[in-house]
């Protein structure tokens, strides 16, 4: 069973960063497709950014260009830094990994206000 672990969320000023942490654990097998998916209050849960099973990074247009994913392969683990943040990115932001099936971390909360 794969479990995912997110951490640091928080309350940051608009136009701050964070950086978000997802490692998961419960398998010896690297997991290709991990990413960042996030819910609004009242939205859908939408992708945010991730790394795809062929290898390539896919970014809502919304955050390009501010936030970064990245990996570490060794650790099953992924990465957000996410700069230049927004009111409108306050959400829930939850970790996804897809190995055979999907699996969810408990996710972090993200608010962006002043």
């Known amino acids: 069973q794969v479990r995912l672990v997110e951490s640091g969320g928080g309350l940051v000023q608009p136009g701050g960063s964070l950086r978000l942490s997802c490692a998961a654990s419960?398998?010896?097998?690297?997991?290709?497709?991990m990413g960042w998916y996030r819910q609004a209050p009242g939205k859908q849960r939408e992708l945010v950014a991730a790394?795809?099973?062929?290898?390539?990074?896919n970014y809502a247009d919304s955050v390009k260009g501010r936030f970064t994913i990245s990996r570490d392969n060794a650790k099953n683990a992924v990465y957000l830094q996410m700069n230049s943040l927004k009111p409108e990115d306050t959400a829930v932001y939850y970790c996804?990994?897809?190995?055979?099936?999907?699996?969810w971390g408990q996710g972090t909360q993200v608010t962006v206000s002043s």
């Open positions: 419960g398998t010896r097998i690297s997991i290709n497709y």
């Open positions: 996804n990994a897809k190995l055979m099936r999907d699996y």
């Open positions: 790394f795809t099973s062929g290898g390539s990074t």
